[in-house]
């Protein structure tokens, strides 16, 4: 049975099509609760742009830090109201919605040193997936980093893979006029200069994300849009403040490093010491290439009072039991 649908509210608008909330019931007798999901619609212009999104999101199903999309992985065709053709992509609803709107929801839109490391982390954790598969993501940006509240705290995921390419891909995204895959602030100094689809750019886009969240104003705020593909090859890179902790000024470094290579890769930065704080490399479990933080405890114990003596009487006090003061590991 074809489950009944509701239009809920309006999301968005990604790089191709617009994203709506809808609510899916099984029948008006079902007692289950109901299903809301994001659903991305694109009309026949952005057809394919939308079936490269979906194709590389059926590579992705079931990877960590990745949204996933609900049904068979294929598009559903439908007609709109004007009866027009359009398609649609049904994906994983995140209430919290998106990093960009969650750092605007903060004072001074900045994020707590806490929580920036867990979504550096999970961010990285998604990379991992996307190019151990082959891919670059292109478009690495706080609108595209989705937020699903868990618990008392929150899981991030990377979406919008709209203008994804296979590693070593051509792109023809790059114009004279517009030189950047993806979204300008975000881009690389290559991405300039080169019409190449390299896991080092995301590397990039990463590196001014987490600049994003620590000081909460985008890169380059104070360039002019027209300016900024001279400021890249001229060898500029967004300022990094002395303000931040040292850890993360050298991590944001080297995501920022003109010379891509010196980036290193997903999986070398998740091993940063900015991720890893004081963990020990042999706490460190792999899984399927995804490295899990095991935190560590450290027990403190207190020894057992002395026996006391009054006179020549002897009184043996029993000793204390150990007393244990937990200090988690970060």
């Given at each position: 049975m074809t489950p009944k649908t509701e239009f809920v509210?309006?999301?968005?608008?990604?790089?191709?099509?617009?994203?709506?909330?809808?609510?899916y019931i099984k029948s008006d007798d079902d007692s289950s609760l109901?299903?809301?999901?994001?659903?991305?619609?694109?009309?026949?212009?952005?057809?394919?742009?939308?079936?490269?999104?979906?194709?590389?999101?059926?590579?992705?199903k079931g990877c960590r830090s990745i949204?996933?999309?609900y049904g068979n992985y294929t598009l559903e065709e439908d007609f709109d109201v004007d009866g027009f053709r359009v398609y649609r992509m049904v994906m994983e609803?995140?209430?919290?919605?998106?990093?960009?709107?969650?750092?605007?929801?903060?004072k001074d839109s900045r994020l707590s040193d806490t929580l920036i490391r867990d979504f550096t982390r999970m961010i990285l954790q998604g990379l991992v997936s996307v190019h151990s598969h082959g891919y670059v993501h292109c478009d690495l940006k706080p609108?595209?980093?989705?937020?699903?509240?868990?618990?008392?705290?929150?899981?991030?995921?990377?979406?919008?893979?709209?203008?994804?390419?296979?590693?070593?891909?051509?792109s023809d995204c790059w114009e004279v006029d517009n030189p950047f895959m993806g979204t300008p602030i975000y881009?690389?100094?290559?991405?300039?200069?080169?019409?190449?689809?390299?896991?080092?750019?995301?590397?990039w886009s990463l590196g001014c994300i987490v600049l994003?969240?620590?000081?909460?104003?985008?890169?380059?705020?104070?360039?002019?849009?027209?300016?900024?593909?001279?400021v890249l090859l001229h060898g500029e890179a967004p300022e990094i403040p002395e303000s931040l902790p040292c850890?993360?000024?050298?991590?944001?470094?080297?995501?920022?490093?003109?010379?891509?290579?010196?980036?290193?890769?997903?999986?070398?930065?998740?091993?940063?010491?900015?991720?890893?704080?004081?963990?020990?490399?042999?706490?460190?479990?792999?899984?399927?290439?995804?490295?899990?933080?095991?935190?560590?405890?450290?027990?403190?114990?207190?020894?057992?009072?002395?026996?006391?003596?009054?006179?020549?009487?002897?009184?043996?006090?029993p000793p204390k039991p150990p007393a244990f003061s937990f200090i988690p590991v970060q």
């Open positions: 509210k309006f999301l968005g608008k990604g790089s191709c099509g617009s994203v709506n909330l809808v609510k109901p299903l809301y999901a994001a659903v991305k619609t694109a009309e026949c212009e952005e057809y394919d742009t939308l079936e490269r999104e979906i194709q590389v999101l059926s590579k992705l949204v996933q999309c609803y995140a209430s919290a919605g998106s990093l960009a709107t969650f750092i605007d929801s903060y609108d595209n980093l989705l937020i699903f509240p868990c618990r008392e705290s929150y899981e991030l995921e990377i979406s919008d893979f709209g203008s994804s390419r296979k590693v070593g891909e051509k881009m690389s100094p290559e991405s300039v200069r080169d019409n190449v689809a390299e896991k080092a750019l995301d590397l994003e969240m620590y000081t909460g104003v985008y890169p380059w705020s104070e360039i002019n849009y027209e300016d900024l593909a001279a850890d993360a000024r050298k991590f944001i470094e080297t995501c920022l490093a003109r010379n891509p290579k010196e980036r290193g890769s997903a999986s070398d930065l998740l091993l940063h010491q900015f991720l890893r704080g004081e963990q020990r490399m042999e706490d460190t479990i792999y899984d399927s290439s995804l490295p899990i933080s095991k935190k560590a405890i450290k027990l403190k114990i207190i020894p057992p009072k002395p026996p006391q003596f009054k006179h020549l009487k002897v009184k043996i006090m």
